[in-house]
Structure formats: C-alpha cells, structure tokens
C-alpha cells in the first residue's frame, strides 16, 4: 500500500442498503478528497476536507454522506442509492498546494 | 472556478516513438500542474510536477512543459514502451481553496 488505504475494495449492494466507505492516511497530510471515477466521467470531485473541516461539497445528493473525525480518516455514508451511482470510489489526500496520493477505490455496484 | 481541457482522448504511437499530450486551464493564479498515469484496474498515481517559477522539468523519459502566459502544460514522454500504455490526467489547482480539477484524461496506446 502506498500510505492511502481505502476499504472495502469491492461491494455490491441493493438500493435500500446502508454502507460505509472507509479512507485511511498515515502520510500526514492535512486534506482529503473523495472522487467518483466512472466512463461518464472519469474523476469528478465529490467532496473536500482540509484539517477534518468539509470545505466542498460539489453538489453531491444526500444519499452521500461524508464523515471527517480527524486528519487521517475519512468515510463515506451511502444510504438508498441508485444502480447509476454504480462506480469507482478514489479516496485521495495531500499536502495543502500539492500533488495527491490515492487510494485503491471501492468498486461499487448498486443493484 | 477552474476549467481544465485536455487533449487528445486517445493517443495511439509505435514503440519508440514520443507521446505528447496537452491541457489548459483557466485561472491565471494557478501555481501547480501534476500529471498522473493510471494503469488498467489501478490508482492514479503521481508521476511528475511543475510549479509556475519553472518552465520545464523533466525526469528521465518524461518531462512537462509550462506556458504560463497561454495558460497550458504538456507533458511529454520519449522513447516510449509498451508498459507507458495508460490514461494519463492533468490537474490544476483551485487557488486557496486545496482542491485540484482533473482532465477528462487521455489514453495512450504505445504498440510494440
């Protein structure tokens, strides 16, 4: 693992489901991102936290939730999503100003 | 905010041949361009950087170029091989705000 772990690395879930996401860092850095990686749109900003504050929320439904506790974790609630939410999940973190480092994905299917 | 273009999509070259691919962005106070390789079923990952005080930097077979004043970056791969074979992203960042825009990527082909 390159210092950004994320699991699960593959879940399939129905559409009335609750499931968490999980991002682990222990590379220091004081921001983390989530992105959604599908062919529609191969890495579009989800959600941005700097120090465990959420400073983006880039018009993300409320069937996502995020969840910051502190600088090195970070989760992502889902709750009654859709078959077209089916995609990768990036977990990334940086230094403020610097390049990223990601994380494996999830590979989600809504069924 | 930042608007990021990235061109071509697709890119298909022999083994050997050089490989260019091209972004442009929109805001002027952009201060940092990574480019990142994502191999089939992997992470992006961060192969190289400039800041805006440089022009050029390279590392080996690959090296990006910045026009600050045409507001685009190109990186540039040489000699390439078969295992360059990839979709590769440009970024830039949004000013103050510790997020960056993505290109749509591009996906190189390199032949044997």
């Known amino acids: 693992e390159t210092g950004v772990t994320q699991t699960p690395r593959h879940l399939v879930m129905g559409m009335t489901n609750k499931k968490s996401l999980k991002c682990e860092q222990h590379l220091g850095h004081n921001a983390m991102y989530w992105y959604k990686q599908s062919a529609k749109k191969p890495l579009e900003l989800m959600f941005v936290?700097?120090?465990?504050?959420?400073?983006e929320n880039n018009s993300v439904p409320s069937r996502f939730s995020p969840e910051c506790p502190n600088s090195s974790h970070l989760f992502l609630h889902l709750h009654t999503l859709q078959p077209e939410d089916s995609a990768l999940y990036l977990c990334a973190s940086s230094q403020t100003g610097a390049g990223y480092t990601f994380g494996s994905g999830t590979r989600l299917t809504v069924v | 905010g930042e608007n990021v273009e990235q061109h071509p999509s697709t890119l298909s070259v022999q083994e050997g041949d050089s490989a260019v691919i091209k972004c442009t962005y929109s805001?002027?106070?952009?201060?940092?361009f990574p480019w990142y390789k994502q191999e089939l079923g992997k992470r992006p990952q961060l192969i190289i950087d400039i800041r805006s005080n440089v022009g050029e930097k390279k590392d080996q077979r690959i090296a990006v170029t910045l026009n600050k004043t045409a507001k685009h970056f190109s990186l540039h791969i040489t000699e390439t091989q078969p295992e360059d074979s990839a979709v590769y992203f440009c970024?830039?960042?949004?000013?103050?705000?510790?997020?960056?825009?993505f290109g749509d990527g591009t996906t190189l082909t390199v032949k044997p």
């Open positions: 805001d002027s106070a952009s201060n940092y």
């Open positions: 970024a830039a960042p949004h000013t103050n705000a510790g997020k960056s825009t």
């Open positions: 936290y700097n120090f465990k504050e959420q400073t």
